[in-house]
């Protein structure tokens, strides 16, 4: 069903892709939009170790849920900042993609699990944390990626 990759030496390891994964912070959601448009939009997320997962917030209403309610298939991009190697002007980037099912996570307590570890992905201010989670947390809605199939792959810009 998925395609393996074709450029195979640059295949990242399941565990390269998980550290990158873990160690990024946004990526590009690309879901099926409207009349078959894809539509892809930018995204923080949190990869969860505990059950391999993603996990996103956003608004309770908008084009994303439009789309997931059509269509729950899913996929994410993700690629690090890079790096040279010595005399090289070229970037070496490794990216990620993950295919997978989205689903709505319905529990209260979950949803502020994912939140509190969305935020402490960009920050450690434990006043700042609890203002949100105090303030903004009934505005948010939570959005599980349930992967099914992922790549990785290391790409020298030259």
Known sequence: MFREMRRFKQVLSQ??????????????LSLIGEDGYPYGIPMDHWYCEEDGKLYFHCAKEGHKLDALKACSKASYCVYDQGYRKEGEWALNIRSVVVFGQISVVEEAEKTKYICTNLCRKFTDDAAYLEHELTHSLVRVLCLELSPEHMTGKLVNES
């Open 15 to 28: 565990e390269e892709c998980i550290e990158v994964l873990k160690n990024e912070p946004r990526g590009v």
